[in-house]
Structures are given as C-alpha cells and as structure tokens.
C-alpha cells in the first residue's frame, strides 16, 4: 500500500485534566498537514476528539482556555448515587454549545471507549449520540455517575483501554498515531522520604484542597521497626485514590500498548497536573504541542509527507 493511501488513525487517551493537551496534539498535527482520517478516544479524549471530527475544535479550545476554578465548580453538580458528581450540568452546558450529531454523521470516522460496569467488558461506540457516547466514555467511576445506554450501565473507558490503539486498528487504521498521558504518573504526588515545605503564599482552592477540608485525614503512621518510633505524614484519603487510580492506568496502559503498539506514541509529560485541574488548560495545550514537535520528524517520515 502507498503510504499517502494509508488511512491515519488518532488515538486520543484518557487523563482527566491533562486531555486539554489533546488539543495542542492536534494542532501540530493539522499545521504539519497530518490530518487523520479516524479518530478515536478514551475518556477526555473522546471529549476532545469529538470537538475536532465535528469541526468545533476551536471554540473548544477558546472555551477550555477559559475555564476558571470557580467556572468547572459551577458546572458540577453534587450527587451521592453512583457518584460524587451527577454530570447533567455539564454536558446540558455542552449540549447548548456545540452541535448534537449522531456519530455516523460526522466528518470523519469516530468511536469512544465505555467499559460496561455489571460485567467488565469493554465497550465500542460508533453509532447514536455523540454527546451521549462521551458521556459514557468519560464516567470516571466514584466521581462521575455510571450512565445508562442500551440498557446497560457504563463507566470510564480508561478501565479496560485507557490509550485506544485497538479501536483505530478495527475501524481500518493502516498507521496509528497515539497519545499516552499517564507515561509519568505514578509518584507525582508526594515524597515520603521528604517533607513538604510550607508554601509562602496561600495556595488556591483547588477539588482536592476542598475534599481535603472534610473530615478524611488519615493522620500520622506510626513505626517500631528499625529503632525509635517515627511519624510519617500520610496523604488524604483523595489523594489516596487518585494516586491508586493512577497507577491503574498506567499499568493497564503499559500492558495494552506492549500488546497493541501504536506506529507513534506522543507522551506529553503533565505529572504535575491534578485530576480535576480543568482550569489550567493553557499548561496542558503547551505541553502537547512540545511533545508533538518532538516526534514530527518520525511522523512525517511515517506518513511521506516531505
């Protein structure tokens, strides 16, 4: 086959807050005349990559650039069944903004990933609503409530697929570019080996500082062995589960692309960006493009573009 009659996949993966660098990604792409016939994505890549097959990537870049801590607060409206946050305000907010298709209706060929909650299965959308599918695909289980398609309950593709290589290949990608965000995940979070120094200005409200402020400190670990008793400072019990929940993805991540290489691997490095920092998109942007320019190259020479 000619590589200029290679159909190009983009897999977009999942990364709660760091997904805004999906679109830095995409820009380079597009101004190096890379432009992928089949787009697929995990969880917030699926969000992004849905804006970019329906034409709206750049008003959802405009609206991601203007995010403020208190504007995503405003959007999330507080549940406890099936999880902290209901959804319903968001995506009524996306759903007001940007065009309500059907998948088969856009301009190119698109599928996000769900995991199925009853039976662990893992989940391909590629027909109905586009909204919806996103929805599905970025249901992170504790925070977002499961949603109910087709009779079924789905959460968070980031479960079983977290970067959606195996999605391109099925729908006919011949080369398959995608994007790993959780490659420097585990350890971002703290040392305990070092203690953390008081910061010389009050730092902003973040999710985690505010869930931090209810009753869910563990306190001191208290240790006998190898001589004297000593305290070590422990993290929150959120900061416990967004720790745990990413070493999950990078592990099934690792394990999935050992077993399903992409022929590019973009690896924005975004460790210092908490899950819920949905403010903070301009970081997250630069970083994607940086990571893109750095395998330009490899890719054009993949592709045949000269």
Known sequence: MQLNQAKIGLALGSGSARGWSHIGVIRVLEEAGIKPDIVCGTSVGSLVGAAY??????????????????????????????????????????????????????????????????????????DGSVIDAVRASAALPGLFKPVEMNGRLLVDGALVNPVPVSLCRAMGA????????????????????????????????????????????????????????????????????????????????????????????????LANLALMDYHRAAQAIDEGERATRQVLDELKELVGLR
């Open 53 to 126: 097959v329906d034409g709206q990537l750049e008003p959802f870049e405009k609206w991601v650039r203007g995010l403020t801590w208190q504007s995503v607060m405003g959007l999330l409206d507080f549940t406890i069944t099936g999880g902290l946050i209901h959804g319903e305000k968001l995506f009524a907010y996306l759903r007001s903004h940007f065009s309500e298709k059907d998948i088969t209706s856009l301009s190119k060929a698109f599928g996000a990933v769900a995991t199925e909650l009853v039976t662990g299965r893992e989940v391909w959308l590629r």
């Open 174 to 269: 011949d080369i398959v570019i995608a994007v790993d965000l959780n490659s420097d995940l585990i350890g971002r979070h703290f040392d305990l080996e070092q203690a953390t120094p008081e910061p010389e200005e009050p730092e902003p409200t973040t999710f985690s500082s505010m869930l931090e402020k209810l009753p869910l400190k563990l306190g001191l670990l208290k240790s006998e062995q190898n001589g004297p008793i000593s305290t070590i400072p422990l993290p929150s019990i959120f900061d416990v589960l967004s720790i745990s929940l990413n070493i999950m993805q990078v592990r099934i991540t690792r394990s999935r692309l050992a077993g399903e290489p992409a022929d590019i691997l973009i690896r924005p490095r």
